[in-house]
């Protein structure tokens, strides 16, 4: 007779979770138009980096244990304890970040562009979690992405210092899989008078480019992109998200 399969055991299929893979971009969002215009928005833009989610922190263990609980084949196993104690610490430690983050959210100014702040997530898509397929739509249908961006920063300004009355933000972040241009279609429409171009690296320095508004005001159309699947993808996108 077989030796029993004990829970958590990598033999049962169930328990092999599959990781989903995140490409991560680079980019580059130029602000431009009257300098005192420009300073608004800069204020309006600097936020914590942080969104206010309701975590569902059963879940979240469950997800940091069964992968320890259950490698792939040829990996080597903790215990079932083992893993159990692991995964609550990372809840615990994972809660305690969080809880950090939303104590310095009312102070903190060090994320250069706060999606938050320029285009809240309303308080019911919040209760849902990051995780869920409707938190996932919301994003994408207004920022453009399916995940927050991340470690924004300010760049060095190309604007001709000549130009005593004219003001440039330019930032850089990273973004999940795609680049928030459902995002930069609402600013344009919410600051009017500012100029935006976000400009993404794809790896290997294929389709870095921008976005203009197609002539009907309803799409976004790349120029100066490339030919590979994402830049051929990215004309279906909608300007409004």
């Known amino acids: 007779m077989p030796p029993a399969v004990e829970e958590g055991d990598s033999r049962d299929p169930s328990w092999s979770p599959r990781p989903v893979p995140v490409d991560w971009l680079w980019n580059v969002l130029t602000v431009g138009g009257p300098a005192e215009r420009v300073e608004a928005f800069r204020a309006a833009a600097a936020g914590p980096g942080v969104v206010p989610w309701t975590l569902d922190l059963a879940a979240m263990e469950e997800e940091f244990l069964l992968p320890m609980a259950a490698p792939p084949d040829g990996v080597r196993a903790i215990s079932l ?16 970040n969080h809880q950090a983050a939303l104590a310095r959210m009312a102070t903190d100014r060090t994320c250069p562009f706060d999606l938050h702040r320029l285009l809240p997530v309303p308080p019911a898509i919040l209760a849902l979690g990051p995780e869920e397929g409707e938190s996932r739509g919301w994003l994408r249908a207004h920022w453009g992405v399916a995940r927050p961006l991340r470690h924004g920063q300010v760049l060095p300004s190309t604007l001709d210092g000549r130009r005593k009355r004219m003001g440039q933000l330019r930032v850089g ?45 309803g799409h976004i159309t790349p120029v100066r992109e490339g030919t590979g699947r994402k830049a051929r993808a990215r004309a279906g996108i909608r300007r409004d998200g």
């Open 173 to 217: 972040f990273w973004s999940a899989d795609w680049s928030p241009w459902a995002a930069v279609a609402r600013l344009r429409r919410a600051w009017p008078g500012l100029s935006f171009e976000l400009q993404p690296h794809y790896p290997g320095g294929a389709g870095k480019g921008t976005a203009e508004p197609a002539g009907d005001g």
């Open 81 to 96: 304890a083992g893993a159990k104690i692991l995964a609550r610490r990372l809840r615990d430690a994972a809660a305690a």
